[in-house]
């Protein structure tokens, strides 16, 4: 005898096969949303790690700065030492050269000749004065430029004055003072 199924077994089968493709979506759409929340929480939790590092970062180069901001002070205070120092030593090994000047001065000046000033800017020496001849200007001009502690004498201007009620010659010269070692120059002063 033959049997015939009469029960719809196409529906049957498509209704199993709806079944286990909703099991496998929901399957999926679980398995999705799970890895979107894991991402989520890993990319999170990096975030939150690299903040953590930069702040770390920020607070140690905020000391940094500090320091360089307090180096920078202590560079200043011993650039400002060591000009003050050299300035001192300055002034040491200066200190004689005053009364090396006045005195070569005094030694140099021919008769005749007076001073009105004598002013020194740097290395520079103006002196201005009255004279009774120009030729007692160039014996000056000379003598300056024969003595170790001056050098390049130039005239600057040489003009007819009247002082006391007597005629005279107003002049203006320039020399440069050279520096001598105090040894060497107490031997040349001798000389002069």
């Known amino acids: ?11 049957l089968a498509r209704a199993a096969r ?24 890993v990319i999170a939790a990096r975030q939150s790690t690299q903040e953590a590092r930069n702040a ?18 202590i560079r200043e205070q ?10 001192v ?18 030694r140099l000046l021919p008769d005749g000749l007076y001073l009105k000033s004598f002013k020194q800017v ?3 020496v103006t002196i201005s004065g009255y ?12 003598n300056l430029d024969g003595s170790p502690w001056f050098e390049s004498a130039s005239l600057v201007e040489i003009k007819a004055a009247t002082v006391n009620n007597l005629r005279a010659n107003e ?14 120059a107490n031997e040349k002063g001798g000389k002069a």
């Open 78 to 87: 011993t650039q400002a030492l060591l000009d003050r120092k050299r300035i």
């Open 131 to 142: 004279t009774q001849s120009s030729a007692r200007v160039s014996t000056l001009m000379r």
């Open 171 to 184: 002049f203006v010269l320039t020399v440069k003072q050279t520096h001598q070692q105090t040894g060497s």
């Open 89 to 106: 030593e300055t002034l040491q090994s200066n200190r004689t050269e005053v009364v090396h000047l006045f005195d070569q001065m005094i």
């Open 1 to 11: 005898m033959i049997r015939i199924n009469l029960l719809p077994h196409r529906e």
């Open 18 to 41: 709806r079944r286990q493709f909703n099991v496998l979506l929901g399957i999926a759409v679980a398995a999705g949303v799970l890895v979107v929340v894991l991402g989520h929480s």
């Open 56 to 73: 770390y970062l920020e607070q140690e180069i905020a000391k940094l700065d500090s320091q360089i901001g307090e180096i920078k002070k």
């Open 122 to 124: 740097g290395d520079v």
